[in-house]
């Protein structure tokens, strides 16, 4: 089954929701070339797949493919790219009083149930993209470099609304790192087949495709997975922090 381009929702929606026609028209086509390059890389293996074939079945030159993409890897990660700027708007209008891990861990769930805008790990066939991850070094090099530019950015925006300068004070960072790597954590359970009511199960179990061509059906999975990720690290800090303040006999 291809995945279709409408299946990769825009990063950070329009605010007033006007765009002209050329934006509209260069946001297909990177659709177009992102949804391309997924079913070529799952239908053939990375190392059969080029920028050509790419190119030609989105139906545009090579020159346009190298005016959005600077390789096939970048192509078929697209879709992280624009999770990863979807967390950041979302991390940005959490409420200023909110304590930055909890803020990070909101704005990640208001992302995976915001069906408006669905979070493009839980369509079709992504599951199967991400577990490729793992074994193929390239694809794991762009996804690695996507997500360190997108935890950049929430840094940035931590670190404003704590008011310090991200560089000298470690906060945002630490806070940023340790939410992130939890997600990452979740998504890469989720990728090989572990469910949040079966952690056992075998992956075999559900289909990767779902007939519906919008939703994985195992969408809830990843959410509750997620949470329970999120909560995980949540009490290993408890129980570090409950034995930082029991002193240590004979000191």
Do not use: C
């Not at 999770?83 to 708007?89: E, P, V, Y």
């Not at 790990?121 to 193929?136: G, Q, Y």
């Amino acid at each position: 089954m291809k995945v279709n381009e409408d299946t990769f929702p825009d990063p950070v929606p329009a605010q007033d929701g006007v765009e002209d026609r050329r934006q509209r028209k260069a946001r297909q086509t990177r659709n177009a070339l992102a949804a391309a390059a997924l079913d070529l890389i799952l239908e053939r293996g990375l190392a059969d797949v080029t920028v050509g074939a790419v190119a030609d079945r989105a139906d545009v030159t090579r020159r346009t493919f190298s005016r959005h993409f600077v390789g096939k890897e970048d192509a078929a990660l697209d879709f992280v790219r624009g999770d990863g700027d979807r967390i950041n708007a979302l991390l940005r209008a959490r409420p200023a009083d909110e304590p930055p891990l909890l803020a990070y861990r909101r704005a990640v769930a208001d992302w995976l149930a915001d069906r408006e805008n669905p979070a493009s790990h839980i369509r079709p066939r992504m599951r199967a993209l991400l577990a490729l991850v793992d074994t193929e070094p390239a694809l794991f090099a762009a996804y690695e470099r996507i997500r360190v530019d997108a935890q950049e950015e929430s840094i940035r925006i931590i670190a404003g609304r704590l008011a310090v300068d991200d560089v000298r004070d470690l906060r945002p960072a630490v806070v940023v790192d340790a939410a992130a790597g939890v997600l990452t954590a979740a998504l890469r359970a989720w990728a090989r087949g572990r469910r949040a009511d079966h952690p056992d199960a075998d992956p075999g179990d559900r289909p990767d495709d779902s007939p519906d061509d919008h939703h994985d059906p195992d969408a809830v999975d990843l959410a509750a997975l997620v949470e329970q990720a999120y909560d995980a690290l949540m009490g290993e800090a408890a129980l570090a922090a409950s034995h930082r303040a029991t002193p240590v006999s004979g000191k």
